[in-house]
């Protein structure tokens, strides 16, 4: 079982970036994206379900982020938009190995994790 996540990169501030998490090896049904700042812990971002019809987001990116999927491609996305400084992190894609189909926010509820992107947004 593998994430690959990708698309991150240096942006500047207002921009938009779109992430994308590669899952191989089974599908998922709980999926969700963390970041972690320099010198903070990993923190919650956004989440889905198999369908995608319950999502979840972080206050601080409700509004200008979007997350999706694409279970033929067994992919989870990320739409970053309105991107601030204090967006700059590394991001990780994250799954549930459960069978339960929720939206979750905490490192717990999550089994498998991507290697990380990073997002730099900085004019």
């Known amino acids: 079982v593998q994430l690959q996540a990708s698309g991150g990169g240096l942006v500047q501030p207002g921009g938009s970036l779109r992430l994308s998490c590669a899952a191989s090896?089974?599908?998922?049904?709980?999926m969700g994206w963390f970041r972690q700042a320099p010198g903070k812990e990993r923190e919650f971002v956004a989440a889905?379900?198999?369908?995608?019809?319950?999502?979840l987001y972080a206050e601080s990116v409700k509004g200008r982020f979007t997350i999706s999927r694409d279970n033929a491609k067994n992919t989870v996305y990320l739409q970053m938009s309105s991107l601030k400084p204090e967006d700059t992190a590394v991001y990780y894609c994250?799954?549930?190995?459960?069978?339960?189909?929720?939206?979750?926010?905490?490192?717990?509820?999550?089994?498998?994790w991507g290697q990380g992107t990073l997002v730099t947004v900085s004019s």
């Open positions: 994250a799954a549930d190995r459960r069978l339960s189909d929720g939206v979750w926010t905490e490192l717990y509820e999550y089994h498998y």
């Open positions: 090896g089974r599908t998922f049904n709980s």
């Open positions: 889905t379900t198999w369908s995608g019809a319950s999502t």
